[in-house]
């Protein structure tokens, strides 16, 4: 693939192409690292960390265990139902090691959610976090599962931290590190594995109904690692980095970005187990001193906003990435004011390993928008007929590169509506290039609001009201309007008590057309968002 407008905006040294000859599987990834950074630290946790070399002993045990007690064999599924925690590290690379595909389940899922995930992914085998059993408990008659692994936040710790125990209801639970003690003494046969088996099945966040399982191959991950790796040669410091994972470990961005992309060029993360707990993330971050931060956008207002965190020495940190949602301008402003660091913004989804795209990580000025396609990555703007679009004129963005899945779990109908004829990914977002190959989106597809004809983009409405003095933040839906068909709604989060709907109304008056202004001003304590702190305008409906 060549000649692409994005490749003259290439620094020196990336290439237009990634090579994945010299790596077959996780598998071989993992045992390459643990070899070259045996004694770095690869996790920490509530003050206790395990070194690279104790990842490898604790994952081989619970392998065993998994294929000589519980017969989990290539291929099987296996649930993984936990937040940051060194167990999920460890129990992670001991489902891969045995061959297993994880299924990585949101711990917040209500019961209705669990149930359609571990029956369509046909799991038997779960790994859980003690405080999430009682929502297991209500539906695991209907489920396949057999065997369920409990874990406290102490195992592994060993610092005395409480969880609650497991659901009574729940007979025959078995303790994650009573699986350790006894997978030490049993043999492990490691699979053969290549670039074309599955490795994790990744759920999409069902914003269109039930969740669907993006199939994501050993080949999928190593490809998006080796693209990430590629993007800024040199820059990151193989060995030495501390990247802080507060975002969950089980949502594809922190678990390509920081739990396995990391582990492979030797850094340690620290796991934030529960990051809605701003004084105590606080704190971590200031014993912790990271020189990487990946976030969402209102994980970083949120930060911005935690008493104590102005007072930080932020020296090290030289990368602060953002995903998952849109990164505004006045949020990356106020972070590189306090921190001497812009938010360099990517964009993926679940169905790409996450990364398609991502500005340079070493650039010093701000940019706005998503940055430009990853080595090996094709985009293209595509209107409703599938035909391209002409360069600056917005379109779908559609995506082919060897980061995009096999395809839905079980699904070739919801897999063929997302597939082009010639084979590429529709992602649903609506984008720009600008002359240079750099991209912006300007909004999710089904998101947009139509007002007298017009198209109105509520990514651009919440932009401007970010920069407005006294809002924390807000999000913005459209609602039936018997004039104009639709009208603008915008919910607003405020710092500052003071500010009225006609102060918020005059603010967009000035920086927004008059079809763009909000007709609804509605005052919220907080915003729904997702778990990975994704604000969620479908409930806002």
């Not at 990580?361 to 035909?387: C, H, K, N, Q, V």
């Not at 459209?478 to 009208?487: D, I, K, L, R, S």
């Amino acid at each position: 693939m060549a000649d692409r407008i994005w490749q003259q905006s290439y620094s020196e040294g990336i290439p237009y192409e990634i090579d994945l000859s010299d790596c077959q599987s996780i598998n071989e990834l993992f045992r390459k690292s643990v070899d070259d950074f045996s004694e770095n630290i690869a996790y920490s946790n509530f003050g206790t960390e395990l070194r690279y070399n104790e990842v490898d002993e604790l994952s081989r045990h619970f392998a065993a265990y998994l294929q000589k007690k519980l017969g989990v064999k290539k291929g099987d599924r296996v649930a993984m139902m936990a937040p940051n925690t060194l167990v999920f590290a460890v129990g992670m690379f001991g489902v891969i090691r045995a061959g297993g595909v994880q299924v990585n389940v949101n711990p917040l899922y209500s019961a209705r959610e669990l149930e359609h995930q571990l029956r369509d992914a046909d799991v038997d085998t779960i790994i859980i976090f003690s405080g999430s059993t009682e929502t297991l408990a209500r539906v695991v008659d209907k489920t396949p599962i057999k065997n369920i692994i409990v874990f406290g936040l102490d195992d592994l710790v060993n610092k005395g931290l409480p969880s609650p125990p497991a659901d009574p209801r729940l007979s025959g639970t078995i303790a994650f590190t009573d699986t350790l003690a006894q997978g030490a003494s049993l043999d492990l046969s490691e699979p053969d594995l290549d670039q074309e088996d599955l490795l994790f099945l990744q759920y999409t966040g069902g914003t269109t109904g039930l969740s669907k399982g993006a199939m994501l191959t050993h080949r999928n991950l190593l490809a998006n690692i080796a693209q990430f790796e590629a993007v800024d040669p040199g820059f990151i410091d193989k060995g030495n980095e501390v990247v802080i994972t507060a975002i969950p470990m089980y949502h594809i961005f922190a678990l390509m970005v920081n739990t396995l992309t990391f582990f492979k060029l030797g850094g340690t993360n620290v796991l934030v187990t529960n990051p809605r707990d701003m004084e105590s993330f606080v704190k971590t971050w200031a014993v912790s001193s990271p020189t990487i931060f990946t976030g969402v956008n209102t994980l970083y207002v949120g930060l911005l906003h935690t008493p104590g965190f102005s007072d930080i020495d932020f020296s090290n940190l030289k990368i602060s990435m953002g995903g998952g949602a849109p990164v505004q301008q006045a949020v990356s402003q106020k972070w590189k004011d306090l921190t001497g660091r812009y938010i360099k913004e990517g964009y993926g989804l679940s169905e790409t390993s996450p990364i398609l795209t991502v500005n340079q990580l070493a650039e010093t000025e701000y940019r706005s928008g998503i940055g430009f396609p990853l080595p090996s990555t094709d985009i293209s703007l595509r209107d409703d007929e599938g035909r391209e679009v002409p360069q600056g004129e917005s379109g779908e963005l559609c995506a082919k590169g060897p980061q995009i899945m096999q395809g839905y779990w079980r699904q070739p109908e919801a897999t063929a509506e997302v597939t082009t004829e010639d084979g590429y990914f529709k992602t649903g977002d609506i984008a720009v290039m600008e002359e240079d190959g750099y991209f912006r989106i300007v909004d999710r597809k089904k998101d947009m609001i139509l007002v007298s004809g017009f198209n109105v983009f509520p990514n651009e409405i919440e932009e401007e009201v970010a920069a407005m003095p006294g809002v924390l933040e807000s999000a913005c839906v459209g609602v039936p309007n018997e004039a104009t068909g639709e009208a603008v709604k915008l919910f607003v989060v405020k710092s500052d008590a003071a500010i009225t709907e006609d102060d918020v109304r005059s603010f967009c008056r000035e920086r927004l057309a008059g079809y763009k202004v909000p007709k609804q001003v509605v005052f919220l304590d907080e915003l729904p968002k997702s778990a990975v702190g994704k604000i969620l305008r479908r409930e806002l409906k």
